[in-house]
């Protein structure tokens, strides 16, 4: 997730619980005035399909109206030349631009379903990380195809493109994008074969101080640009202390963000703080800022993999090794160190 990101969910799980009641008891009302005759026809077939979550649910085909509640999915569909398909999307899908144009239906974890209901779709798309299991089985109540999509690692990052390709009838596009996307994973691999893999402390959270955990695509990623996380356990966000971190001594601190000027201020307000200045990366200014794309299991995660990559091991990339640019709208990494004196 990134910073903004987290923010806005943070607020919006205050207010689920208090909202959620309401928001059911006026369903029945609500959709009674918004469905069309039109609207509620189905199509003709549907495909039985298991979702990431392993739960059975029939997709209506071919599927018409698309509506993502995770900005990771929004990515992917626009990845896969299907943006005609979704009507609408969260408050927090940002990218690409075309996402800011659709009807939002709120934030991921408490979206308005009323909205969504109103958009009359085929199909939801959600994910386990920020997306509640009241909102799918609400939806699912109400007789919405709900697929959760819940990748791991990276390489399942990658076949749940091509498991949404399948289901939104872009088969081949997801193939063609999918195999590129792991062509330059393997070009990756061969860059950093032998090398010696970084000590890194990725920051999720500074209030509290939350990382990663080892099952997440973020850790997965880490592992792919030639880094590993300090942070060992089995929580997806883990609570750590100051206490432990300094204990590890990473060599890099590492952000995710699209606005390397908060997180510049956020690192100078670190420094004043007690203790930090006994991390050795702090003090020489070793700290990493990739996009937000690192923290959004989407194909545009493989950039953000290799632009950590060349930022941890610069010397395995010469004029003649030169990897893929990235895709359009990824912002490249910002390293601060302490020749650059940019902290």
């Known amino acids: 997730m990134s910073s903004t990101d987290r923010i806005a969910w943070a607020v919006e799980r205050l207010r689920a619980l208090a909202l959620s009641l309401a928001l059911l008891s006026l369903l029945p009302a609500t959709l009674a005035a918004t469905q069309s005759p039109s609207a509620s026809a189905g199509p003709a077939s549907s495909l039985a399909v298991t979702d990431e979550a392993g739960r059975a649910i029939r997709v209506p085909q ?84 709900v697929y959760v999509a819940d990748p791991r690692t990276v390489d399942q990052v990658l076949s749940s493109t091509e498991r949404l390709g399948s289901l939104l009838g872009a088969s081949e596009q997801a ?21 010696q893999p970084r000590s890194v402390f990725f920051i999720t ?18 592992r792919l640009a030639g880094a590993h996380s300090v942070i060992a356990t089995p929580q997806d966000w883990p609570t750590v202390s100051l206490e432990q971190v300094l204990h ?3 060599e890099y601190l590492i952000f995710s963000s699209d606005d390397p000027g908060q997180i510049q ?14 991390l050795e990366a702090l003090r020489q ?6 996009s937000e794309a690192f923290s959004r299991p989407a194909p545009r995660l493989i950039d953000s993999i290799e632009q950590l990559a060349r930022a941890l091991h610069p010397d395995r990339f010469t004029s003649g090794q030169a990897l893929a640019p990235p895709s359009s709208g990824t912002r490249s990494s910002s390293i601060f ?5 940019a902290l």
Not at 95 to 114: D, Q, R
Not at 118 to 125: E, R
Not at 205 to 222: M, Q
Not at 266 to 278: C, D, F, H, I, T
Request: net charge negative.
């Open 62 to 145: 071919p599927v018409r109206r698309i509506v993502s509640l995770a900005p990771n999915l929004t990515e992917t569909i626009f990845a896969l030349g299907q943006g005609d398909l979704l009507v609408g999307d969260t408050d927090y899908c940002t990218y690409p631009p075309e996402a800011l144009k659709k009807t939002h239906v709120g934030g991921p974890v408490n979206p308005s379903l009323e909205e969504v209901m109103a958009l009359h779709p085929d199909l939801v798309l959600a994910t386990p990380t920020i997306n509640r299991l009241a909102t799918v089985q609400a939806l699912e109540r109400l007789g919405v195809a």
């Open 175 to 195: 193939s063609t994008i999918v195999a590129a996307l792991r062509e330059r994973l393997d070009h990756l691999r061969e860059h950093l074969s032998g090398s």
């Open 285 to 290: 200014n070793r700290i990493i800022v990739l």
């Open 337 to 341: 160190s302490q020749a650059t004196g």
């Open 248 to 250: 590890m001594q990473p």
């Open 205 to 222: 959270w500074v209030d509290p101080l939350i990382s990663v955990g080892g099952n997440t695509f973020l850790a997965d990623a880490l």
């Open 265 to 278: 201020h956020q690192v100078a307000e670190l420094r004043g703080r007690p203790g930090w200045q006994g």
